[in-house]
Nanobody
Framework: QVQLVESGGGLVQAGGSLRLSCAFSGGSFSNYALSWFRQAPGKEREFVAAVGWSGDATDYSDSVKGRFTVSRDDANNMIYLLMNKLKPADTAVYYC???????????????WGRGTQVTVSS
């Protein structure tokens, strides 16, 4: 059974940076497309970024494009989200997800982590 465990969240001032990590286990990592979603209090879960099987294809929501970078490390079964120029609006619980399909819909992904909290203070 695939398991995903996020880490790296925390409290940061606006304009700062954080790098989220997600450890993958229980499956063949290279078979999965990977993504990050987030959910702020009182809001629906939203897509943040995705990376395809080879790592060459990436996709970002308009709200994070140019500030966030998603990557994967197939040697170590890790997924990363580097977040720069953070804003208070980025405050949310961030989830990594894995699936056999690639895209920006949550329903495409079969496995989810429990999330890590990111709080950006103004």
């Amino acid at each position: 059974q695939v398991q995903l465990v996020e880490s790296g969240g925390g409290l940061v001032q606006a304009g700062g940076s954080l790098r989220l990590s997600c450890a993958f286990s229980g499956g063949s990592f290279s078979n999965y497309a990977l993504s990050w979603f987030r959910q702020a209090p009182g809001k629906e879960r939203e897509f943040v970024a995705a990376v395809g099987w080879s790592g060459d294809a990436t996709d970002y929501s308009d709200s994070v494009k140019g500030r966030f970078t998603v990557s994967r490390d197939d040697a170590n079964n890790m997924i990363y989200l580097l977040m720069n120029k953070l804003k208070p609006a980025d405050t949310a619980v961030y989830y990594c997800a894995a699936g056999n399909k690639y895209g920006d819909y949550g329903s495409l992904y079969d496995y989810w982590g429990r999330g890590t909290q990111v709080t950006v203070s103004s």
